[in-house]
């Protein structure tokens, strides 16, 4: 036998034996675009990197089913069963017995859910404090009993209490014994648990045994760090890694569904890429300005840069497929020489040039580069300060940046989407602030008024009223929407079929296995 041909045999030999080597090694790697892990808190986790993990660590009183993202699906988790008043203002939850937090921190009960509502409501302790604002009240009954009072009705209540941002309950006990470390150490009831972060390389879980939906058949998951795109796809390509954190763009697709024994997902919800335009700081407290950025921005050639199978261009300040979302609000067409036309009036015929906090993370640098050569073409030099990830969300949030590309998916419905990014009361640096860069607030009315009417299409009339009015204004600019997208072995069976998860990455339960 020829040293090739024994080359060539053992090569083969080591392709058919990895899937059920990586079995055999009983833990899940995942390979993540980070430098490092940022806040395990769950009504902290802005980030795709942070955000990933919280179900597998957390539960809400209500969920998504696994796969999904249909709020007409949304089903019991740690409440068993609940009922509302006529008026739809007071809500009953009645909770699972038995359900127990990791480590030693004991049974879930009501006192838990209290906090946990009470803490994803109070600013100082959550990033989504402003989806709670309806609340009036939250009161244990019992022990295994939750009360909820509205001040005002709410489109969808279940839609803030599903396993997703502020509405997973944590352990009361954990977070007032372990403090700020409780961002680092966090302690849930879900299907696994977090054993150790070791910076700058990986977060390692362990399976929950006890967990009340039974015992998860994949005992670890290493999540582990790779920010380069290129040292990520060699390890998921060399098998090092059983998932892999995709770029949603059609190359990669396409590139590596031509693995064998490799299955790409693409997925909902559809991250709405905006830029978002500081109304009250120059150059941009000028509409003209504003008016110019719109109409030098080509959707279109997005689309086509991000591919056809991951992406569509965005229509309005609030993403397709929402409910409340409209396409009939005057957004500005790709016009280069009608945004120069405009820039000269507004005093800057040579064009003007803005200083950019942007992150390093890659997939968002990439498309902000491909926007930057977009609005050069118009006379718009963005002069990109690129820094770490978690640095850019700090930063952006003190106003650092008259100029903020963000992308983010939100629970599907026009209320969250338009109140966490364009109502006055989340404008960034005030007591209430969530995610408005803008500054604006010019449509609060409707926001407010189609918040608590109960009659559907008036609701609809007023979000479309709200979306042309920020639209008009230019508060923020649509780019393009983009699906989610990881890569998996086949030796990995998520235990479900995977058409949306709201964390932003595939869950892993208690039914996912290796094979």
Sequence with gaps: ???????GLLAAAFAAFAPAAM??????????????????DPHYAVSTIDRVPMPWMFNGLVRFPPGSIDASAIEPDLAERWESSADGRTWTFHLRRGVRFHGNYGELT??????????????????????????QTVEAVDPYTVRIVLQENVPNLLGILTNYAGGF????????????????????????????????????????????????????????????????????QNSELDMNYGRADQTWVTRVRRQQGVTVDVFEPAELAIIHLNVTQPPFDDIRVRQAIAHAVNRPELVRWRGPDTSREGQSVVPRGYQGFSADNGLLPHDVARARALLAEAGHPNGITVRVIHTQLPEMLAAMQVLQQQLRRAGITLDLQVVEHATFHQQIRQNLSPLVYYSAARFPIADIYLTQFFHSRSIVGTPTAVTNFSHCGMADAEIDAAR??????????????????????????????????????????YGYQLRGSMSLGPQITEASRLR
Aim: glycine fraction near 6%; charge should be positive; hydrophobic fraction near 45%.
């Design 169 to 236: 309950i944590v352990s009361r006990r954990a977070v007032e014994e372990r403090g700020e470390e409780f961002k680092r150490a966090p302690i849930g009831t879900g299907p696994f648990a977090l054993d150790r972060i070791t910076p700058n390389q990986s977060a390692e879980f362990v399976a929950n045994a006890g967990y009340f939906r039974g015992a998860p058949q994949i005992p670890r998951i290493s999540y582990r760090f790779i920010p380069s795109d290129a040292s990520r796809d060699l390890a998921f």
């Design 1 to 7: 036998m020829t040293m090739r041909l024994r080359a």
């Design 23 to 40: 079995a055999q090694q009983g833990t899940l790697r995942v390979g993540m675009a980070a430098q490092d892990m940022g806040r395990l």
């Design 452 to 493: 608590v009417s109960t009659d559907r299409a008036e609701q609809a009339r007023l979000w479309a009223e709200a979306q042309r009015k920020l639209v008009g204004a230019v508060c923020g600019v649509p780019l393009i929407e983009t699906l989610l997208v990881f890569a998996r072995h086949d030796n990995v069976d």
């Design 110 to 135: 009501a006192d838990d859910v209290v906090f946990s509502l009470r803490k994803a409501a109070n600013p100082q302790t959550s990033a989504f404090s402003g989806d709670f604002r309806a609340i």
